[in-house]
């Protein structure tokens, strides 16, 4: 299959850079051919006929590197199949659930409805304290967030998977470049 497809992540620690690396795994292991890259690394997308974009959250907010690559690219990413995706929440229940149904920042909701993304969704996270600033820290105990690694690699496996299946249908389909 010659789908070129980029996941793009923003992250500060690297459990956002290591869910993009699962999911080009996925990908590739589908025959697609994928680059992984961070946002920051990233000049053209023109080559790519579809972006999974993904970037850690803090406070309700993605990381300002991948804020500016979505508001910068959105004429692009209009044209392209897009997927979205955060990663942040720890804890055991659902990550919307611990988001209160949060999905998408609220600020860059407007971009992502004139992308028309094809899917998004919200991943568990990281708090490690080693890796943490003295302010993040701070902060971790004064919401009382959960420690650890939550990434539920088996959710994340299967987003990428739906997404694989979609690229393979619509390389099939006759004439479906884009959108």
Do not use: C
């Given at each position: 299959m010659n789908t070129q497809v980029l996941v793009a992540y923003a992250t500060k620690h690297g459990a956002t850079a290591e869910i993009a690396e699962k999911i080009g795994e996925v990908l590739r292991q589908a025959g697609i051919h994928t680059d992984v890259l961070p946002m920051n690394r990233?000049?053209?997308?023109?080559?790519?006929?579809?972006?999974?974009?993904?970037?850690?959250?803090?406070?309700?907010?993605?990381?300002?590197?991948?804020?500016?690559?979505?508001?910068?690219?959105?004429?692009?990413?209009?044209?392209?199949?897009?997927?979205?995706?955060?990663?942040?929440?720890?804890?055991?229940?659902?990550?919307?659930?611990?988001?209160?149904?949060?999905?998408?920042?609220?600020?860059?909701?407007?971009?992502?409805?004139?992308?028309?993304?094809?899917?998004?969704?919200?991943?568990?996270?990281?708090?490690?304290?080693?890796?943490?600033?003295?302010?993040?820290?701070?902060?971790?105990n004064k919401v009382k967030a959960p420690l650890g690694d939550f990434r539920d690699w088996e959710a994340i496996s299967s987003w990428a998977a739906v997404i694989a299946n979609v690229l393979i249908e619509k390389s099939r389909a006759p004439g479906t470049q884009s959108k």
């Amino acid at each position: 299959m010659n789908t070129q497809v980029l996941v793009a992540y923003a992250t500060k620690h690297g459990a956002t850079a290591e869910i993009a690396e699962k999911i080009g795994e996925v990908l590739r292991q589908a025959g697609i051919h994928t680059d992984v890259l961070p946002m920051n690394r990233i000049n053209n997308l023109h080559s790519y006929k579809a972006v999974i974009l993904g970037s850690a959250v803090y406070i309700g907010r993605w990381r300002k590197e991948a804020a500016k690559f979505l508001k910068a690219n959105e004429e692009v990413l209009a044209e392209q199949l897009v997927w979205l995706f955060s990663s942040g929440p720890t804890g055991k229940r659902n990550p919307v659930e611990l988001l209160k149904g949060w999905y998408f920042p609220p600020a860059l909701q407007p971009i992502a409805d004139r992308i028309q993304p094809q899917g998004i969704a919200v991943f568990h996270g990281v708090v490690d304290v080693k890796k943490s600033s003295f302010i993040e820290k701070w902060m971790i105990n004064k919401v009382k967030a959960p420690l650890g690694d939550f990434r539920d690699w088996e959710a994340i496996s299967s987003w990428a998977a739906v997404i694989a299946n979609v690229l393979i249908e619509k390389s099939r389909a006759p004439g479906t470049q884009s959108k």
